[in-house]
């Protein structure tokens, strides 16, 4: 289906589905739109400052949702949180493919979480579908639980749509698959050049060694593994470090005599204090350190006590 409006390029917007029609002309360039139902996206608060910093992360962060396959990461930042977004080349290269759509017409590929990013209705999408935004992220649902819906046709997208690079998808070798090939290549090559020149006679030796560190240091046998283990691990430690200086805080907070703090809690990247004997104005006084480094708190009141979260 063909949404009639024009932007970069003077490209006509595609939207992409496995279940809406697509109706393709001759010398047409155009701007794909892909539906959620072809990648998955996350939206994270993450104490990382830039996107080349979160993409590095990015397959830790989708690893307990995504089914096995071969991934491509994308991500862009709004406000304070990022939006993640993990595809497969290779099952939209084969629907472009299916829909009769040439790479040599396709001037750029959109999310439809960017390109609907305005989106305040439901847009129906085909006969039993339409997207929708819930939580900010956009989403297909079953348009039988809507009662009207905006046809597609009417809906213009953002010229600012920031749109994903075209030579993303032109691979049709997964990036996994490439490090693998790489390192075997290189292994191989290597104690090729060792055997020959330095330790024909002691071959099985260095293999038995290299086995004993892979399974003494428990390394991955992939560098990708090995860098997506550290950066969960280098999260973790972003974590516990912002966690320590909470808890000194928390240490240097002026209590009164009847001030009392009664609980600390941790859990589900969240530090909770509770508070008895103390009001919503003396918080001013007693988390002060959490003032001035201007940190969020979330306040509630519960009988006698008061309960300040704090995310970690």
């Known amino acids: 289906m063909i949404l009639f409006s024009k932007f970069?390029?003077?490209?006509?917007?595609?939207?992409?589905?496995?279940?809406?029609?697509?109706?393709?002309?001759?010398?047409?360039?155009?701007?794909?739109?892909?539906?959620?139902?072809?990648?998955?996206?996350?939206?994270?608060?993450?104490?990382?400052?830039?996107?080349?910093?979160?993409?590095?992360?990015?397959?830790?962060?989708?690893?307990?949702?995504?089914?096995?396959g071969d991934y491509s990461y994308a991500l862009y930042k709004d406000g304070e949180e990022f939006i993640l977004f993990a595809y497969e080349d290779k099952k939209i290269l084969e629907l472009l493919a299916q829909k009769g759509i040439s790479a040599n017409s396709i001037v750029g590929i959109s999310f439809a979480q960017t390109a609907f990013d305005a989106l305040d209705e439901a847009v129906r999408i085909n006969d039993r579908e339409v997207l929708t935004k819930k939580d900010g992220i956009v989403v297909v649902l079953p348009s039988a639980w809507f009662d009207t819906?905006?046809?597609?046709?009417?809906?213009?997208?953002?010229?600012?749509?920031?749109?994903?690079?075209?030579?993303?998808?032109?691979?049709?070798?997964?990036?996994?698959?490439?490090?693998?090939?790489?390192?075997?290549?290189?292994?191989?090559?290597s104690v090729l050049m060792v055997e020959y020149f330095y330790y024909s006679k002691n071959l099985n030796m260095l293999v038995e060694e290299k086995a004993k560190i892979f399974q003494n240091t428990k390394l991955k046998p992939t560098l990708m593994q090995n860098r997506a283990i550290l950066s969960h691990y280098q999260s973790a430690i972003l974590r516990q470090e912002k966690l320590r200086e909470y808890m000194g805080y928390l240490l240097k907070a002026k209590l009164k005599k009847d001030e009392k703090i009664v609980a600390i809690k941790?859990?589900?990247?969240?530090?909770?204090?509770?508070?008895?004997?103390?009001?919503?104005?003396?918080?001013?006084?007693?988390?002060?350190?959490f003032y001035k480094k201007k940190i969020k708190l979330d306040i509630k009141q519960k009988a006698k006590e008061l309960i300040v979260e704090v995310e970690v």
């Open 8 to 68: 970069r390029q003077q490209a006509q917007t595609l939207f992409l589905d496995k279940e809406s029609p697509v109706v393709t002309q001759t010398d047409t360039k155009y701007h794909i739109v892909l539906s959620p139902t072809l990648y998955w996206v996350k939206r994270e608060k993450l104490p990382l400052k830039y996107l080349h910093e979160v993409k590095k992360i990015a397959p830790t962060l989708f690893e307990e949702m995504l089914p096995k």
């Open 266 to 289: 941790y859990g589900d990247k969240k530090l909770q204090i509770v508070f008895e004997h103390v009001n919503k104005n003396a918080l001013k006084r007693i988390l002060s350190s």
């Open 149 to 189: 819906a905006l046809p597609l046709e009417k809906i213009v997208l953002k010229p600012s749509d920031p749109i994903v690079k075209l030579e993303q998808f032109s691979h049709i070798i997964d990036k996994k698959t490439l490090y693998k090939i790489g390192l075997l290549l290189f292994i191989f090559v």
